[in-house]
């Protein structure tokens, strides 16, 4: 019981390194500790979907889907497939998948982000995406198949604007 309890406070202590090292953007520095942590805790689902954080802004697209692949599916098991904190590695996967030029996916994963908790940041991911799809549409004379996007790009502005009413970002999409 004690070595558990000394395991999980490594485990803990390593994962807040990583954090401190993320948001300081030292990203080798985080992913070492994340690595470190999890070699302990190979399940710990929020230190994978860092990881894979860390990953994305190493310019690694492909070893970040995949932690985040995995942190997704261990929170799921975990947490439950409805818990609100799938919304975080849902919306890092969007940004990781809009990088490499796959829009539908990055939708699609903007989309599970919202359903988990519609945010701010994710809601107006989804609207712009759905904005430039519908205008790229538009730019090819298929107004038929841009109309959708463009009402997805308003219903998911007036989402946000009741999140946050004096946004810009979202009235200029509204």
């Known amino acids: 019981a004690q070595a558990e309890k000394e395991a999980e406070e490594k485990v803990k202590a390593l994962f ?29 689902d929020s230190a994978l979907v ?13 070893p970040a889907l995949e932690s985040l692949e995995r942190g997704i599916t261990v929170g799921r098991n975990t947490r439950g497939a409805d818990d609100e904190w799938l919304h975080w590695p849902y919306m ?13 996916q990055a939708y699609e994963a903007f989309g599970e982000s919202i359903r988990a908790k519609p ?8 609207a712009n995406l759905a904005f430039a799809q519908g205008r790229a549409l538009g730019s090819k004379d ?10 997805q ?19 200029s999409i509204k």
Do not use: H
């Not at 860092?50 to 492909?62: D, E, H, N, S, W």
């Not at 945010?119 to 989804?126: G, I, Y």
């Open 16 to 44: 807040d390194r990583g954090v401190k090292a993320y948001e300081a953007e030292r990203y080798p520095d985080a992913l070492l500790a994340l690595d470190e942590a999890l070699m302990i805790a190979p399940n710990f």
């Open 50 to 62: 860092l990881r894979g954080a860390v990953l994305a802004r190493m310019k690694k697209p492909k």
């Open 92 to 104: 890092e996967k969007g940004l990781i998948l809009l990088a490499v030029r796959q829009p539908v």
């Open 119 to 126: 945010t701010p940041k994710a809601l107006l991911a989804r």
């Open 142 to 151: 298929d107004w038929d198949g841009a109309e959708p996007f463009f009402r």
């Open 153 to 171: 790009a308003q219903a998911d502005a007036e989402r946000g604007l009741e999140l946050e009413p004096e946004s810009a970002q979202f009235w």
